[in-house]
Nanobody, 124 residues
């Protein structure tokens, strides 16, 4: 059974940091890219970062570039999203998702597997 378990969300003040984890099981981790998505209230879900588990190549959208860092622990089938310098506009439910590595990894409608979200709330 494929499982993606996102965790690490919480309440943090603006300027603070959080680290999200995405633990994967039930598929060959190195064959997939893992993406982080978020959905704020009233907005569409957006892809913000992803990493190819095989070669470590990563991607970021401009809104998080320089503040967020994605990394992969292949020994433990886990992907992390270190979020620094958080802003109130980062408040959202964060999801991780997986797609075969030969496909785009930031397209919400193209992902193969999704985990349940974890809520990140950034207060001013």
């Amino acid at each position: 059974e494929v499982q993606l378990q996102a965790s690490g969300g919480g309440l943090v003040q603006a300027g603070g940091s959080l680290r999200l984890s995405c633990a994967a099981s039930g598929f060959t981790f190195e064959d997939y890219a893992i993406g982080w998505f978020r959905q704020a209230t009233g907005k569409e879900r957006e892809g913000i970062s992803c990493i190819d588990s095989s070669d470590g190549v990563s991607y970021y959208v401009d809104s998080v570039k320089g503040r967020f860092t994605i990394s992969s622990d292949n020994a433990n089938n886990t992907v992390y999203l270190q979020m620094n310098s958080l802003k109130t506009e980062d408040t959202a439910v964060y999801y991780c998702a997986a797609v075969l590595r030969e496909y785009a990894c930031l397209a919400s409608n193209g992902m193969d597997y999704w985990g349940k979200g974890t809520l990140v709330t950034v207060s001013s």
